[in-house]
């Protein structure tokens, strides 16, 4: 059984699972816990075990005992999962310091997913239909980006910028996202860092993250790219790296240094930090406002939240906004409900990426809060697609905005 | 039956049985003025096999077996229906056999009455928390468990009986011995839980009203007495029956623990009164329904703190409260401290010479029982022509409403509902309208509050029957009670004719 | 299969029904990875009404069918017996139908899980008294009465979840739908008491381990969530076991409610601090059993009396306090106030990657625990060899011994006993002689318990025959059950195989 690799690697995590099946129920209302898996919430119709972890350790239980094969039809129900980790976290976690259950030592469910699906694409069960189209994009030289845009459209924004350097030791990394599908926001990102006096750098060489790659499980597709994105920021001197894409952010300060199995020459920020300092400097020059504090509320996530352990920082840029009341939603920071996009569900199964947003917004609104911002353009593009499929009165109750833009809104 | 007789005799000794016409006679009634049975034979066995060897005969001889407790059932439950069969009299087996006091478990042959053994617990300072029945002097253990009995004390606390049940000897009615819970596991020494080995096959006799077996042991949990008691009366305001319900309802929704709450209706303290039943409440001029309340507690300080919340939802409503002792007209300290309890219903009984109830005693949630007392008072009035009917006679109408209206498990009561009426014997004549007339009106008043969707217990051979009669068993519910009933006694002799099971007659 | 095929998906619709093999994989285990059945149909119902008509078509066609509510049967009850079979997946059915706030009865499908019943409950200022079992969020309410559950908070003072049953609504194996208690007068609107109508018919439904009907509707007893509640955690002296009974019988003794009582053992607790689980008591040191205590009560001042009183109890024998705080190492405080009973029973499970329980979960009197451990450690040297093969490929020799103690109503007990093991696929490779092992240890331990005349509750597959296998049950106890299941069930289809009970089918 070559083909099961990684698979084999996890086997503790695999055979640590003893079914209690709390990655798919848990409620303790107490720490904030209600329920756990997005896709299967989303799929109750279904519903089937397979859609959440718990069904799916089973599956890979047999599948290390030899009693089914790897298959494409695996794959199709594999890829179902936005690896949020919501799972990994309440597997056996008490969610208090001072109780340890060891099950949770063992058992990071994603890491699982992960193994698995490098498996599938060594076996030449994945990727699937669309996930093969993002990954020929990115590694085709005319492109270099999932969207399949060509390659130089995703610097065409800074040319609006002249004061942006090529080369200093704060460099900005674009991504792929926003420069092509919401470059008002990074417009709006600049008015802020023009009236807050901040000089960056950005270079137009930097090559798609790679992100894409790692979520569908194509080691093969970024060994290359890491290397040459590292080389390219130490040459032009960076000392600090930051970004405001979640996934990006993410992807070069955890997966990176994992990756390659040492630190970076640098250091990475998100864009919340950036703008925090700004804000505690009172860099940022608001104008007056006038009406009453208007209810905001922010989501986590995943690749923020969860998955780098910031919760924080976005939350007090939001609390220096004049004019916002920042309230939480039932379901916040480690126990936040994912959007849906990540893992590869946004290309493969739009309609499940959508559903599940469509719950993340009826949340928000059950807050009562009148926005529902946040700091990743996976999160915003995907809810901002749910939100237009939503009803009218949804869509006067409330709007979908990311920080950048509320901020800059504001000046 | 000479042969049958002599067999039977082989097995208990020629003391404990009887064909004489006297006994059988004596056997030949309960509670009720109307219905009659008279076997033809009278067992008093010893232990479950000798049990076991006369329901055995019974079967190859295809006769119809009644097993009596201390005969108390108000809907002739232990008596023969139709004047045949063998009456199993098993007070005879009513000695205590172990009491666990580590475990506070007491295991008892079923026979024993209820007062009985907690004369003998009250040495230990224990008690079993719901004390059986209204009639718990003579009412037995085992004939509780076999109809969820409530109404002795301490069921707004612990329930009906049946929630202490712990374990069960009993006899199927084709001869076979089982024991129920942890002593399904043969290796268990004795019983400690109810609750496992499997399905809760205790439950099967729980309110079979003993058509499935007949229980030889039971054990019971008991519990520690509490060394401390407040009980307190009060006289109802106008619409004294729905203040009541509220302040019962408002009880559970603080959860207090309250161990008796019950309501006694306006109609049994004006006529009550009337007859000199109530000389501790002459000095009450509006002659309304009274509440009253027992609460019990670890210490003297929990003990205030619960009256304090109790006495809190009470001044609530416009109540007046009627002071501690007795003779203040605190019925409450009869009950608790005298063991009134065992004989609290007896109230409306022989008002006037003669004078019995025929009962339509039921559960139903606490909130709708005003209205269901209401429209009990409603069909009195629809069937008034009837009373007169009896009126001529005895120159006293019969009285229809309910005594005390219990708080039981959860949110409910028992509504001790009715109408007392006159025996057709009456002043030394048998009136065959009288007897006629009875059996009309009470059928006519159980179909009504049946339609209530009210819950019975205690259903013997008048209401089991009539229940399926008037098709108001859900049809898959009755279904499977035939089937299991089929199953376990396929000649249908273990009283035979209760909900209609009468095997081949 | 493919016309059967048809025939069910006609009656739920082909989103809720599927033999795709992952997902039948994905139905194959419960919870102990070593008993397997891979169903060959796996359907998810939404009403009664379905439910009886694929009952009606198995009993057609002779296929079994397997209830399952959360799965999180330690025993392998929800899973087939043997690759075959239907698995009814009821978790669709679990809705809230009705809340009864006046009567305090909540009307729920089977389906629904403790945790999200209680979370709507607390709204209300409402509990179910006693939480379910230790898996509580994740298992339903139907399988807790199936099996009288406990363990998951407040069984000391409310007893299993079985005390608070009001009514049943029940597919019966051939199809009928019956509904109880109050309920069997058709013309009751609402069920408002289990107790009366004729004989307690829902008591066959409880603790049937769903061999006598499929549960598609329970309501259940609520009662107001008290305001005040205290807990308290002790470090107990040496002798632990023997005087935690102790304690416990005291306090039935003494009247005292106690909502929850649990001890943990001394093995537990410095095997835990050992393995990194209990930093907050990582500065003890002394490590041994550990019992803890809540209460709840409807005043302070209630509140305070009942907390001395059991102060008093559990002072007298020596044993000392923690402080309030969780971080003090009051285990109690995270039980209640953070809903850790849901999670308490995890405890040993993980030690190190692949240590699985094999669990032995029964229920016995306080004052035979103490003899029963003493017992088990017996059986354990006992079968050191057997031990020692799973040491010899795994580096750890499992661990027996027994989780949380915990008092249940009455003078009882849950004992969490069995031991820990590995699964058979071990660091890359199958190990069958594991799995051999782990299965003849499970049922010699549990023979063991078996003639300490304990009584089980969970049974499962494996435990429900073992018992029959080893003529455990007493024979005309065992008879009344086959005669019974015999007349609801005459082909015994429903959970075919439990408490060997095959019908036609002799696969085994």
Not at chain 1, 190 to 218: F, P, Q, V
Not at chain 3, 384 to 412: A, F, H
């Amino acid at each position: 059984m070559s083909q099961l690799k990684n698979l084999k690697k996890e086997w503790k995590a695999i055979m640590s699972c003893m079914g209690c099946g709390d990655c798919g129920y848990a409620i303790r209302p107490a720490v904030g816990r209600y329920l756990t898996c997005p896709v299967k919430e989303a799929m109750e119709e279904e519903g089937f075990e397979i859609y959440f972890s718990r069904g799916r350790m089973n599956v890979l239980k047999s599948i290390l005992e030899g009693q089914i094969p790897l298959s494409k039809e695996l794959a199709e129900w594999v890829y179902q999962c936005s690896e949020c980790g919501n799972c990994t976290e309440v597997c056996h976690m008490s969610q208090n310091p001072y109780i340890v259950l060891p099950t949770c030592n063992w058992i990071d469910h994603v890491k699982v997913w992960e193994a698995l699906r490098k498996d599938l694409i060594e076996a030449g069960f994945a990727p699937l239909d669309r996930h093969n189209d993002l990954i020929k994009y990115m590694n085709d030289d005319k492109k270099k980006n999932p969207y399949g845009e060509e390659r130089n459209k995703k610097f065409e924004w800074i040319k609006e910028f002249p004061e942006i350097k090529d080369k200093g030791e704060l460099m900005f990394f674009g991504g792929c996202t926003m420069p092509l599908r919401q470059v008002d926001t990074l417009r709006s990102m600049m008015k802020i860092l023009r009236a807050a006096n901040k000089e960056i750098a950005m270079t137009n060489e930097e090559l798609c993250c790679g992100s894409i790659a790692l979520r569908i499980g194509d080691e093969k597709s970024i060994s290359a790219v890491i290397k040459q994105n590292i080389e390219l920021f130490k040459e032009k001197g960076a000392k600090t790296l930051f970004t405001a894409c979640a996934g990006c952010y993410r992807t070069w300060k955890k997966d990176y240094p994992e990756l390659l199995g040492e630190e970076l020459p640098f250091e990475v920020k998100h864009i919340t930090e950036i703008l925090i300092e700004l804000l505690n400097n009172n860099q940022i020059p608001f104008k007056e406002i006038e009406q009453e504090d208007v209810k905001v509320t922010y989501h986590d996530p995943c690749h923020l939240g969860r998955h780098m352990n910031f919760y924080d920082i976005p939350r007090e840029v939001i609390s220096k906004i004049p004019g916002i009341n920042l309230i939480e939603m039932k379901r916040t920071r480690n126990n936040a409900w994912c959007c849906g996009a990540g893992g590869g569900v946004k290309s493969q199964f739009p309609d499940l990426a959508i559903k599940i947003s469509e719950e993340r917004i009826n949340e928000a609104i059950e807050a009562g809060a009148l926005i529902l911002t946040t700091s990743c353009p996976f999160c915003i593009g995907n809810l901002s697609d749910a939100y237009e499929k939503m009803d009218d009165s949804i869509k006067e109750s409330i709007k979908v905005v990311d920080i950048i833009d509320l901020i800059a809104s504001k000046l | 039956m000479s042969d049958i007789y002599h067999k039977l005799e082989k097995i208990v000794s020629d003391n404990y049985i009887s064909k004489d016409i006297y006994v059988r006679h004596a056997y030949s009634r309960n509670v009720d003025v109307i219905l009659q049975g008279i076997p033809d034979i009278v067992i008093r066995p010893r232990d479950a096999q000798e049990i076991s060897e006369i329901l055995k005969i019974a079967n190859e001889e295809n006769i119809a077996v009644i097993p009596r407790g201390a005969g108390i059932c108000e809907f002739g439950g232990s008596k023969p229906i139709g004047n045949n069969g063998i009456v199993l009299d098993l007070k005879r087996m009513n000695n205590i056999l172990n009491l666990d006091e580590e475990n506070l478990i007491v295991t008892v042959e079923a026979g024993i009455s209820w007062g009985k053994l907690n004369e003998y617990l009250c040495q230990f300072g224990l008690y079993t928390g719901c004390m059986g029945p209204g009639s718990g002097m003579s009412a037995s253990i085992g004939g509780g468990i076999s109809h969820h009995s409530v109404g002795g004390g301490g069921c707004a606390k612990y329930g009906a009986c049946t929630n202490q049940l712990v374990s069960l000897e009993v006899v199927l009615p084709t001869g076979e011995i089982i024991e129920t819970g942890s002593q399904a596991n043969k290796y268990s020494k004795f019983p400690f839980n109810r609750f496992g080995n499997g399905p809760d096959f205790a439950g099967l006799f729980c309110g079979d009203n003993g058509i499935f077996g007949v229980k030889t042991k039971v054990s019971l949990q008991v519990f520690p007495k509490p060394k401390f008691a407040e009980y307190k009366t009060y006289l109802m305001p106008r619409k004294s029956a729905e203040t009541a319900a509220q302040i019962m309802t408002d009880i559970r929704r603080c959860g207090i623990d309250v161990y008796d709450a019950m309501f006694i209706p306006d109609v049994v303290i004006a006529v009550g009164s009337q007859q000199g039943l109530f000389p501790l409440w002459d000095h009450i001029k509006k002659k309304r329904g009274i509440f009253f309340y027992t609460i019990e507690a670890n210490s003297e300080i929990e003990l205030l703190e619960k009256v304090k919340y109790l006495d809190e939802i009470i001044s609530n409503t416009k109540s007046e409260y009627l002071g501690s002792e007795i003779s203040d007209g605190n019925i409450a300290k009869w009950h608790y401290k005298e063991q009134g309890h065992w004989q609290f219903y007896h109230n409306l009984w022989g008002m006037f010479p003669s004078m019995q109830a025929l009962s339509a005693e039921c559960f139903c949630p606490i909130n709708s029982f005003p209205k269901i007392l209401r429209d009990i008072d409603q069909w009195d009035v629809e069937h008034n022509e009837d009373m007169q009917k009896i009126f001529n006679i005895t120159k006293i109408r019969p009285i229809s409403g309910s005594g005390p209206v219990a708080l039981i498990d959860g949110n409910n009561v028992e509504i001790t509902s009715g109408f007392v009426t006159f025996w057709g014997y009456y002043d030394n004549e048998f009136h065959k309208i009288i007897e006629e007339t009875n059996l009309k009106l009470w059928k006519s008043l159980l179909e009504r509050v049946i339609k209530h969707g009210t819950q019975w217990y205690m259903m013997g051979e008048f209401l089991s029957r009539f229940m399926v009669d008037i098709g108001a068993y859900s049809e898959e519910f009755y279904n499977l009670m035939k089937s299991i009933k089929k199953n376990l006694d396929p000649n249908m002799i273990l009283s035979r004719g209760k909900f209609n099971f009468w095997g081949e007659k | 299969m493919s016309e059967l095929y048809q025939k069910l998906e006609r009656i739920v619709s082909e989103k809720r029904i599927s033999d795709n093999i992952y997902v039948r994989h994905a139905y194959s285990r419960n919870v102990s990875s070593n008993l397997q059945g891979v169903p060959d149909l796996v359907i998810r119902p939404s009403s009664a009404e379905e439910i009886s008509e694929i009952l009606k078509i198995a009993n057609e066609e002779n296929v079994s069918v397997i209830p399952r509510g959360g799965g999180d049967c330690e025993f392998g009850g929800s899973k087939p017996i043997g690759d075959t079979g239907i698995v009814l997946d009821t978790k669709s059915m679990n809705n809230i139908l009705n809340l009864d706030e006046e009567n305090l009865i909540v009307t729920v499908e089977a389906g629904i899980s403790w945790g999200k019943l209680n979370e709507y409950l607390y709204h209300y200022g409402l509990y179910t008294g006693c939480l379910g079992p230790g898996s509580g969020m994740t298992s339903s309410i139907g399988g807790g009465i199936s099996h009288h559950s406990v363990g998951g908070g407040g069984c000391a003072k409310y007893g299993a979840c079985t005390n608070q049953l009001v009514s049943l609504e029940v597919v019966l194996p051939t199809g009928e739908i019956i509904n109880t208690g109050s309920q069997a007068n058709k013309h009751s609107k609402h069920p408002f008491n289990r107790f009366g109508n004729g004989p307690d018919l829902s008591s066959l439904f409880c603790g049937d381990n769903g061999i006598f009907g499929v549960k598609t509707k329970v309501s259940l007893q609520v009662f107001p969530k008290p305001e005040f509640a205290s807990y308290k955690t002790f470090l107990m002296p040496r002798k632990s076991l023997e005087i935690s009974a102790q304690i416990m019988n005291e306090i039935r003794q003494k009247g005292i409610d106690v909502y929850d009582t649990m001890y943990f053992m001394d093995l537990v607790v410095s095997l835990g601090i050992e393995y990194g689980m209990f930093p907050m008591w990582e500065h003890l040191k002394r490590k041994r059993g550990i019992i803890f205590y809540t209460i709840e009560a409807n005043s302070e001042v209630e509140l305070a009396v009942k907390v001395k009183q059991l102060d008093n109890i559990i002072l007298n024998k020596k044993a000392e306090e923690f402080g309030p705080e969780i971080s003090d190492g009051n285990i109690a405080k995270w039980h209640y106030v953070e809903q850790g009973h849901w999670l308490i029973a995890h405890n040993l499970w993980g030690l190190i990657p692949g240590f699985d329980p094999v669990d032995a979960e029964c229920k016995v009197p306080i004052n035979a625990y103490p003899k029963i451990m003493r017992d088990l450690d017996q059986w354990d040297l006992e079968h050191s060899e057997d031990m020692q093969k799973i040491l010899e490929i795994t580096g750890m020799r499992p661990v027996t011994g027994s989780g949380p103690i915990i008092m249940v109503k009455n003078n009882n007990v849950e004992l969490t006993c069995g031991f820990s093991s590995f699964t058979s696929y071990y660091n890359g490779e199958k190990h069958t002689i594991i799995e051999e092992i782990n299965i003849k240890l499970w049922k010699s331990l549990l023979e063991r318990l078996v003639k300490h005349g304990v009584m089980f509750y969970m049974q499962g597959d494996i435990l429900s025959r073992l018992m029959v296998d080893i003529d455990g049950y007493q024979k005309e106890y065992y008879e009344l059950m086959k005669a019974i299941k015999k007349t609801i069930d005459p082909k015994q289809i429903l959970s075919r195989g439990k408490y060997n009970f095959w019908g036609n089918n002799t696969d085994n």
